[in-house]
């Protein structure tokens, strides 16, 4: 496939590099110095587990133009970073097959408006990581495979497609029927994940040493989860359904403080809550709102609570 990536950052860095590995032919958007890196080293990439480095040539572009055609593109942009780069894709006729690969817990109303309902496609990556320098420093995580999914949930051969040409590049996948839903959960978990980093003052080892922390942290997820269930979204990732909706707390607080004292607490969680602190506060807020808005009659004290600490909740609410 041809694939265009949208951004070189974490996620685009690894993902772009090992879908060029894989033998597709991947070309770059990217700007100011990271432009200046790609063009000159390449995606460099280093497996914080094993301190594997490699260094993969793949094309490079400033900005994308209305006729450059793609087989796909894959939008792995943060979600405060969204709406900057939906007038070019829309611009790009060419490309039928768009990926967006990251946090939205809005839905896909505002990406179909721009670019039509049977160009998008939504997604969430396994991995977390840093981008040191040139390099990025990445995680895979076991327990969350790479997710895909189309907007009404059908089984499509383009999906299947897709699945193929990310498992072909060493990433787990499954097939989500109802991305949506998924996604708006998943920002639910990952808000309260950061809310809990940013009280801990931006320290995973700290955050796992805090048993009070932990402790509210899985009780706002749990509560959140219930409500968000009642307003229509069902679908939970499987792994923190699992955890927050099958084990019982002290399970589930064990697990994260072994998770935060460990590799997926630094180069994931505290990596990424640190480098997005407006995409935490914008996702929170459409937490929040999915929460108020919809037909949920379930509290959620301990959300609000952490929100609060964390400086998370949105003005006027509470």
Same mark, same amino acid.
């Given at each position: 496939?041809?694939?265009?990536?949208?951004?070189?950052?974490?996620?685009?860095?690894?993902?772009?590099?090992?879908?060029?590995?894989?033998?597709?032919?991947?070309?770059?958007?990217?700007?100011?110095?990271?432009?200046?890196?790609?063009?000159?080293?390449?995606?460099?990439?280093?497996?914080?587990?094993?301190?594997?480095?490699?260094?993969?040539?793949?094309?490079?572009?400033?900005?994308?133009?209305?006729?450059?055609?793609?087989?796909?593109?894959?939008?792995?942009?943060?979600?405060?970073?969204?709406?900057?780069?939906?007038? #070019?894709?829309?611009?790009?006729?060419?490309?039928?097959?768009?990926?967006?690969?990251?946090?939205?817990?809005?839905?896909?109303?505002?990406?179909?408006?721009?670019?039509?309902?049977?160009?998008?496609?939504?997604?969430?990556?396994?991995?977390?990581?840093?981008?040191?320098?040139?390099?990025?420093?990445?995680?895979?995580? #076991?327990?969350?495979?790479?997710?895909?999914?189309?907007?009404?949930?059908?089984?499509?051969?383009?999906?299947?497609?897709?699945?193929?040409?990310?498992?072909?590049?060493?990433?787990?996948?499954?097939?989500?029927?109802?991305?949506?839903?998924?996604?708006?959960?998943?920002?639910?978990?990952?808000?309260?994940?950061?809310?809990?980093?940013?009280?801990?003052?931006?320290?995973?080892?700290?955050?796992?040493?805090?048993?009070?922390?932990?402790?509210?942290?899985?009780?706002?997820?749990?509560?959140?989860?219930?409500?968000?269930?009642?307003?229509?979204?069902?679908?939970?990732?499987?792994?923190?359904?699992?955890?927050?909706?099958?084990?019982?707390?002290?399970?589930?607080?064990?697990?994260?403080?072994?998770?935060?004292?460990? #590799?997926?607490?630094?180069?994931?969680?505290?990596?990424?809550?640190?480098?997005?602190?407006?995409?935490?506060?914008?996702?929170?807020?459409?937490?929040?709102?999915?929460?108020?808005?919809?037909?949920?009659?379930?509290?959620?004290?301990?959300?609000?609570?952490?929100?609060?600490?964390?400086?998370?909740?949105?003005?006027?609410?509470?």
């Amino acid at each position: 496939m041809r694939i265009l990536v949208y951004g070189a950052g974490v996620i685009g860095t690894l993902y772009g590099a090992r879908l060029q590995q894989a033998g597709n032919e991947v070309v770059v958007v990217a700007r100011g110095t990271r432009l200046q890196d790609v063009r000159a080293s390449g995606l460099v990439i280093e497996d914080v587990g094993s301190g594997a480095r490699e260094t993969i040539p793949v094309g490079s572009i400033a900005e994308l133009l209305p006729d450059d055609a793609y087989d796909l593109v894959i939008v792995p942009v943060r979600r405060d970073e969204l709406s900057s780069v939906l007038e #070019p894709l829309a611009r790009s006729r060419a490309t039928r097959v768009i990926l967006f690969f990251g946090n939205n817990a809005q839905g896909a109303d505002a990406l179909t408006e721009r670019l039509g309902s049977d160009r998008v496609v939504l997604g969430f990556p396994g991995a977390g990581g840093q981008l040191v320098h040139e390099c990025v420093r990445y995680l895979m995580i #076991p327990e969350q495979r790479t997710t895909l999914g189309e907007i009404d949930g059908g089984s499509s051969q383009r999906i299947r497609r897709l699945a193929f040409v990310f498992k072909a590049a060493g990433f787990p996948v499954v097939i989500s029927s109802d991305m949506q839903a998924w996604l708006k959960t998943h920002a639910a978990f990952v808000t309260s994940v950061a809310a809990a980093v940013y009280i801990a003052r931006g320290d995973a080892r700290a955050v796992a040493s805090d048993d009070a922390l932990l402790r509210l942290m899985v009780r706002a997820i749990r509560e959140t989860f219930r409500t968000l269930r009642q307003t229509g979204a069902r679908e939970v990732p499987w792994n923190l359904r699992l955890l927050h909706e099958l084990m019982p707390e002290w399970f589930a607080v064990r697990y994260w403080r072994k998770a935060f004292r460990g #590799p997926l607490g630094q180069f994931s969680f505290a990596a990424h809550s640190n480098a997005a602190r407006d995409e935490m506060e914008q996702l929170a807020a459409d937490v929040w709102r999915l929460i108020c808005n919809g037909q949920g009659s379930l509290p959620t004290p301990c959300l609000e609570r952490l929100y609060r600490r964390a400086e998370l909740l949105p003005r006027g609410a509470g």
